[in-house]
């Protein structure tokens, strides 16, 4: 689903890489955490996986492509097979949920039937049904979080990519969230997951892999530790 093969990047000519010589692979069906402190290449990682950013050296491959032989005028099709959260949600605060999640889906040419049904089922996955024509702010930050979560999954996307999806939220609510983030894997979506919530990652019993100065410094599937990889 995901390989990196001895990835290295370098923002700027001379500086500390970002990420330095990860090699490693996320099969699909996985629900693989990201963790390190702030600077230790969790955003780079997944800029590079939706090839927002292009690696200095090594390789990176997605959803069985080799993103480097990918032209530009491809990108939208490789990323409209991946759903992405953010931490601030990222809603449109003057259209309400139903449209949020909606326009999704419209900006890659779905057909308005498809929209039809696909909008109150990702609803329905997240728990908001009844909720379509709030607006985000008449919401609470969980529920912002769960309209963001539909929106990503309204295209059924096969990889779901997160960078601190609960980083704004309060413990009782990111509980919530993990569960349906849980959920959306169990029924078949690989999820990778930025975190900084040691309490979240120790709950939820998944792959964990670490991050120091851009090197993987811990993958728990396959028991390597130290800073040598
Ligand atoms: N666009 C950029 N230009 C230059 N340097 C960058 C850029 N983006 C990130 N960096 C640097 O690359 C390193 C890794 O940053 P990255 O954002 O990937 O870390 P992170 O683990 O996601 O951090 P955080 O948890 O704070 O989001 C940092 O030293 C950062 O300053």
């Keep these: 689903m995901i390989r990196f093969d001895h990835v290295s990047k370098v ?28 600077g230790s290449g969790k955003s780079t ?11 200095t050296s090594g390789a990176v491959h997605a959803l069985g492509r080799d993103l480097s032989q990918i032209s530009t005028w491809k990108v939208p099709q490789l990323r409209r097979e991946m759903g992405f959260v953010f931490q601030d949600f990222r809603l449109l605060e003057t259209k309400p949920v139903a449209e949020n999640i909606a326009l999704a889906a419209q900006v890659i040419g779905k057909p308005s039937h498809y929209i039809r049904t696909a909008v109150p089922e990702a609803l329905k996955l997240v728990g908001l049904s009844g909720k379509e024509r709030r607006l985000p702010h008449e919401l609470s930050g969980g529920e912002q979080q769960r309209v963001a979560i ?46 900084h919530d040691d309490e979240i990652v120790d709950q939820m019993r998944k792959r964990v892999i670490e991050l120091k100065s851009g090197k993987v410094v811990r993958d728990q599937d396959r ?4 800073s040598d990889r």
Excluded: W
């Design 11 to 38: 923002y700027k000519r001379g500086a500390r890489p970002a990420l330095d010589d990860v090699d490693i692979e996320i099969e699909r069906g996985e629900f693989v955490f990201l963790v390190g402190a702030s």
């Design 45 to 55: 990682f997944l800029r590079l996986t939706l090839r927002e950013e292009r690696p």
């Design 150 to 195: 539909a929106r990503a999954m309204v295209n059924r996307p096969k990889l779901l990519l997160a960078d601190e999806p609960t980083g704004n939220l309060d413990p009782s609510t990111s509980v919530g969230i993990m569960r349906l983030l849980d959920r959306i894997n169990r029924q078949g979506t690989t999820v990778v997951m930025a975190t």
């Design 223 to 226: 028991g390597v530790y130290g």
